[in-house]
């Protein structure tokens, strides 16, 4: 394969977190279509290029998508070194698939450079980890924002047994709340708000299921943010900052227990 179109990934914020990759191909481009999320100190890494701003956030006016393909359509068959730069991972809910089969059903290639998203991220940063033995076995990504509105598998996710972390989620909170408690989730299950994963204007604060639309109303959550959800939250590095007083006790020395 010889990609002259590249779709990648900025990481959730903080440059340092960006790839090696990632900046070679960035240093090497000649157009750079950046999105709304993308921090701005990340295109030092491409001062040459034409930059082209083609942002996509929910709830606000958004370049479409139609444009942007038919964009990256236009300079991939012309040659030109073409950078698509999206914020997190462009594979996690960025449209990458999307946009490299597009792309090569009209005979342009591509090539995807992964970015660390969002959610791992914004827990790494509060001294969450997605995954504890004893605690975790597994991730579940899911996004509250669906193309046809359609609701989630509520139930599904409620007995995953795995961490559950929600994308997009902060103008649908009342249906996760109702959702995953009527999918038979413990009214006590940890959640952690992580509000601008990652940058310097990170915010974080936790409660319970049972308290998530009072406490984020309360807390002034806004986006971007992320939910992560489940018993994980609890072995976050600083507790009296970040968890709600109603954490089982119990439950608290079990996963300090399992992550020694």
């Known amino acids: 394969m010889n990609p002259t179109v590249w779709l990648v990934g900025a990481g959730p914020g903080d440059p340092e977190l960006l790839t090696l990759k990632a900046a070679r191909v960035l240093s090497q481009a000649e157009i750079v279509m950046v999105d709304d999320l993308v921090n701005p100190e990340i295109l030092e890494h491409c001062p040459q290029a034409r930059l082209i701003r083609v942002g996509k956030r929910g709830g606000c006016r958004s370049t479409p998508q139609e444009f942007i393909n038919r964009l990256m359509l236009r300079y991939g068959r012309q040659g030109k070194r073409l950078v698509r730069l ?69 139930q ?56 998530l639309c009072e406490q984020a109303a309360a807390f002034a959550l806004q986006s971007p943010a992320v939910l992560v959800i489940g018993d994980v939250v609890n072995a976050a590095a600083i507790p009296s900052c970040i968890f709600d007083s109603k954490a089982d006790p119990s439950m608290l020395a079990a996963v300090h227990s399992a992550s020694n």
């Not at 970015?115 to 004893?134: D, E, K, M, N, V």
């Not at 579940?140 to 359609?150: M, N």
């Not at 989620?169 to 994963?197: H, K, Y």
């Open 156 to 211: 599904g996710l409620a007995w995953g047994g795995t961490t559950l972390v929600v994308y997009m989620g902060v103008a649908r909170l009342q249906q996760i709340q109702q959702g995953l408690l009527n999918g038979g989730m413990p009214a006590s299950t940890p959640i952690a708000m992580i509000e601008q994963a990652s940058t310097p204007q990170q915010r974080q604060h936790a409660c319970r299921l049972d308290d």
């Open 86 to 154: 999206k914020g997190g991972d462009p594979c996690i809910f960025g449209r990458a698939g999307e946009e490299a089969q597009w792309l090569r059903e009209r005979g342009v290639e591509s090539e995807i450079i992964n970015g660390i998203t969002a959610g791992l991220a914004g827990a790494t940063q509060c001294g969450i980890p997605l995954t504890l033995r004893g605690v975790s076995r597994g991730v579940t990504l899911v996004t509250a924002h669906t193309q046809d509105d359609s609701e989630l598998n509520w």
